[in-house]
């Protein structure tokens, strides 16, 4: 049963780089889509962006100049780094794998959605 | 981007009401609908995907139904462990984007 665990620094100082890893356990890293998600406290989700192992990328527009989403296929793990930091970026950090979960009809397209959730990991920006 | 609106953002509700959730994109989205489901301090877990296939291990008295722009999740029998809060999320295109969230609170 495929697992994943968000690790980092939990406090990082306004205008640094936020670096978190998610660590894939129980299955390799294969062909899927590698999301990051995060949730400030009391607030809904919002999404940051996502990683194929293709190496396709795409990003949330409204954090797309401070983020990058890597992947390291020979760690099995994959990482979210977000650049000059500020206050409005504390939140619970999420990972999560974006599965294929059933075509759509004949179309050749697939329906996506995220099965696979990591924990959570919070992180607080502060002087 | 699309936009997904949920409503109503709160919930109350008793043991063995049959509730729904509704949630709107600001432009077709083709079934391309995901449900989750948040306990507090939890990670989400997927319900339901492709806007009406019920994921592996969730109780069938969860259901989604829509097309389109307009979609809706169904508790036919709330139980206790439903209590929790529920988004919607569009996987047409991405950015991927979330609804606001309905938090199903005990009457």
């Known amino acids: 049963q495929v697992q994943l665990q968000e690790s980092g620094p939990g406090l990082v100082k306004p205008l640094e780089t936020l670096s978190l890893t998610c660590s894939v356990s129980?299955?390799?890293?294969?062909?899927?889509?590698w999301n990051w998600i995060r949730q400030p406290a009391g607030k809904g989700l919002e999404w940051i962006g996502r990683?194929?192992?293709?190496?396709?990328?795409n990003y949330n527009p409204s954090l797309k100049s401070r983020v990058i989403i890597s992947l390291d296929t020979s760690k099995n793990l994959f990482s979210l780094e977000l650049t000059s930091v500020t206050a409005a970026d504390t939140a619970v950090y999420y990972c999560a794998r974006e599965d294929p979960m059933a075509a759509v009809g004949t179309t050749g397209y697939f329906y996506f959605a995220m099965d696979v959730w990591g924990q959570g990991s919070t992180v607080t920006v502060s002087s | 981007d699309i936009q997904m609106t949920q409503s109503p953002s709160s919930l109350s509700a008793s043991v063995g009401d049959r509730v729904t959730i509704t949630c709107r994109a600001s432009q077709s989205i083709y079934s391309y609908l995901n449900w989750y489901q948040q306990k507090p301090g939890k990670a989400p877990t997927l319900l339901i995907f492709g806007a009406s296939k019920l994921q592996s291990g969730v109780p069938s008295r969860f259901s989604g139904s829509g097309s389109a722009t307009d979609y809706s999740l169904t508790i036919s029998s709330v139980e206790p462990g439903d209590f929790a809060t529920y988004y919607c999320q569009q996987s047409f295109n991405a950015p991927r984007t979330f609804g606001q969230g309905t938090k199903l609170e005990i009457k």
């Open positions: 129980g299955d390799s890293i294969g062909i899927y889509y």
């Open positions: 990683l194929s192992t293709s190496g396709n990328t």
